[in-house]
């Protein structure tokens, strides 16, 4: 790969020959990284006229180059980076200086304070990997992924591909997700109705932005999905977590004053506890009574192997105040960052117009490969494909957890791809993580779900979609093991 001759500039601060800034300006771009061994400078001719020097310059700097072993000379093809040269793993520029600004001013809002944890880098590299929420390559479909995309990139979806929807999405899209995805939960909408977001993430993004002004009040569930709240943490409303039971959200527990109410019913995020249907009615009773509206993530209904899931809360919903969050991230694989709003109109236009603002639309490519992915079939084979999968784990799993005598304290009535665990009084998961890693093992530790100073510390979460049935067994022998020492 030949280097642009545009990313060179010489240091007008340097001192020295022309030469020997051309020297250093190569040698700098190698010893930071930026130039990688075997990559081709341009040519002396090339260099000569961007730099506005002497051509016999640029040529007698490469030539001491090569002398002290940073560049290669072969032939007629020009110069490299040198196999020997002293070039770091990663690219990491010299700083320009020390900033003037007074950021601690300057910074109005500060994100980087919340709950939400990283996953380690490399949790694909460790053997025993109960990462929650992440693809199996080999469940995923890569060949008909592949063909569906090189059919989006062709002549016929040429518009899809390069157009500015501005406001709008994929037509195909959307009458997927309205005639196939919501009939699955229940659920009818118009057109109007639904509107593409990047993930789920997105979508309660731009609901609490649209619906939570100053001096409103949101209810959240504890524990919780971390990233919701530390999203809501940031809102200029007021936040009320009220603790959830083994089945879901108390609705007689949602204070008066709420204003907009976070849940996850179906599947509550992380205990996996399903809200039956008599709560479900009394929560939409509830919010009626408060005139409030409510938020409805359905992150993993169809990872329902077990038996079909209930009907989601938005189907029960007779008066527009549910507002339904989709995503195909646990489903197809979590990169693709493709989710759905579903709602009514005029909320709908209002997030259409606040999505336009902030990204337009997610990428028309992206859009219409996943629509065609969906309604070729291949979305419906690889969801059977992935329950099978999922139920053989979740049956190994369970054995595995009962014969070294851990105790899971929720899982998921129609299937998903997790158990919620406690461990022992007083274990603190997260400051395991060193032991966990020694033998190869990750787990999610739960501390992170919990609001408040005194969040409990021993509960930690396990996904089996990452883990390959035969390891799980040895895995979560691993994990007693260092529960054992507690």
């Not at 950021?103 to 380690?120: E, L, M, N, Y």
């Not at 039956?276 to 990872?303: G, N, S, T, V």
């Not at 969801?383 to 784990?393: C, P, V, W």
Request: hydrophobic content about 40%; aromatic content about 8%.
């Amino acid at each position: 790969m030949s280097i642009p001759v545009e990313t060179f500039f010489l240091n007008t601060d340097a001192q020295g020959t022309l030469q020997a800034r051309i020297q250093q300006m190569i040698a700098e771009g190698i010893l930071s990284g930026r130039l990688h061994i075997g990559e081709k400078l341009p040519s002396s001719r090339g260099m000569a006229a961007h730099l506005e020097v002497a051509r016999i310059t640029v040529t007698l700097a490469y030539t001491e180059l090569v002398a002290n072993d940073y560049l290669d000379a072969r032939g007629r093809s020009g110069y490299f980076v040198s196999e020997n040269a002293p070039v770091p793993p990663v690219y990491s520029p010299p700083p320009r200086g020390e900033d003037k600004v007074d950021w601690g001013r300057a910074i109005s809002h500060d994100f980087t304070g919340g709950d939400t944890p990283r996953k380690p880098a490399d949790w694909r590299e460790m053997r025993y990997p109960f990462v929650f929420g992440q693809a199996d390559p080999g469940l995923f479909d890569h060949a008909n992924w592949r063909l569906c995309a090189l059919r989006a990139l062709g002549q016929k979806d040429f518009a899809a591909l390069t157009g500015d929807y501005f406001d709008q999405d994929d037509p195909l899209l959307i009458e997927y997700i309205a005639r196939h995805t919501l009939p699955r939960r229940g659920i009818t909408a118009r057109p109007e109705e639904i509107l593409i977001t990047m993930g789920a993430q997105n979508a309660m993004w731009l609901s609490t932005q649209i619906l939570l002004g100053a001096g409103q009040n949101v209810v959240m569930e504890d524990p919780g999905y971390y990233a919701q709240r530390d999203l809501l943490l940031n809102m200029q409303g007021n936040l009320d977590l009220v603790k959830v039971d083994d089945d879901g959200l108390p609705p007689e527990d949602i204070p008066d004053r709420a204003d907009v109410i976070f849940t996850t019913p179906s599947h509550q995020s992380p205990t996996t506890a399903t809200m039956p249907l008599q709560r479900r009615q009394a929560l939409l009773e509830r919010a009626r009574d408060l005139d409030a509206l409510i938020i409805e993530d359905d992150y993993e209904f169809e990872m329902s192997f077990l038996a079909a899931p209930s009907p989601a809360l938005k189907s029960l919903d007779l008066d527009g105040r549910v507002i339904y969050v989709g995503s195909f991230s646990k489903s197809l694989f979590p990169g693709l960052r493709l989710g759905y709003l579903v709602g009514s109109e005029p909320f709908i236009r209002q997030a259409r117009a606040l999505r336009a603002v902030v990204l337009r639309h997610p990428p028309g490519h992206i859009q219409r490969t996943a629509a065609y992915f969906l309604s070729l079939g291949h979305y419906d084979a690889q969801i059977k494909r992935m329950g099978r999968a999922l139920h053989d784990r979740r049956v190994a799993m369970e054995s595995a957890v009962a014969e070294h005598g851990l105790t899971i304290a929720g899982r998921g009535v129609y299937g998903g791809s997790s158990l919620w665990m406690r461990g022992p009084e007083g274990a603190d998961i997260a400051g395991l993580t060193g032991a966990f890693r020694d033998k190869s093992v990750v787990v999610e530790p739960g501390g992170p779900f919990f609001a408040g100073q005194n969040r409990p510390l021993n509960f930690y979460r396990l996904g089996y979609s990452s883990i390959p049935v035969e390891r799980i067994a040895t895995g979560i022998k691993r994990i007693a093991e260092v529960l054992g020492t507690c």
